[in-house]
């Protein structure tokens, strides 16, 4: 758990802890398991419903999830059931996007925060080949674009 940039990474029983929730200023909750599904009012989901295979294909949509809530200055809340795994998959998948920095160098800092984490072989291989196909094209792109989205917000306030 790390909640100096705005996401806490941990499993499914501190997912439900309201009073952890607020003291984080936690508005947006990413969670990844088998029966993934909204538990608190309030909070704004994403659900992936994944068992342990290829997350890839979710790693856009959690990326700009997670963005999106920091920009507005919220928190995230990113779980799996054991907090181990597949949340840390994301959220390193996350990190390489925001810093452009190397799935190893990555897990490392979130492994900083949290040592338990620990991807399966499998989710290794995923953030290895998410670092050599896609992640010069979502930096790039995604990211710039919600930048200059919360930038043409801002500058309409300013007018």
């Known amino acids: 758990t790390n909640s100096k940039i705005g996401v806490i990474l941990t499993d499914l029983a501190d997912a439900r802890d309201g009073e ?24 704004t989901y994403l659900c992936i419903s994944a068992a342990d295979h290829s997350k890839t294909q979710y790693f856009r949509d959690s990326i700009m999830f997670i963005h999106e809530s920091r920009l507005k200055g919220e928190g995230c809340l990113v779980h799996c059931v054991a907090g181990v795994s597949r949340s840390v998959t994301l959220v390193v ?13 990555s897990l490392a800092a979130v492994r900083a925060a949290r040592p338990c984490a620990g991807p399966n072989l499998g ?3 995923q953030l290895e080949e998410f670092e050599n196909t896609e992640l010069t094209e979502v930096s790039d792109t995604d990211i710039t674009l919600l930048y200059n989205n919360n930038d043409d917000e801002n500058s309409h306030n300013d007018e």
């Open 123 to 125: 989710f290794l291989r």
């Open 93 to 105: 998948a996350y990190i390489m996007t925001v810093t452009g920095r190397g799935w190893v160098e």
């Open 20 to 43: 952890l929730l607020a003291k984080h200023n936690i508005t947006h909750i990413l969670s990844i398991h088998d029966t993934a599904a909204p538990i608190l009012e309030g909070m």
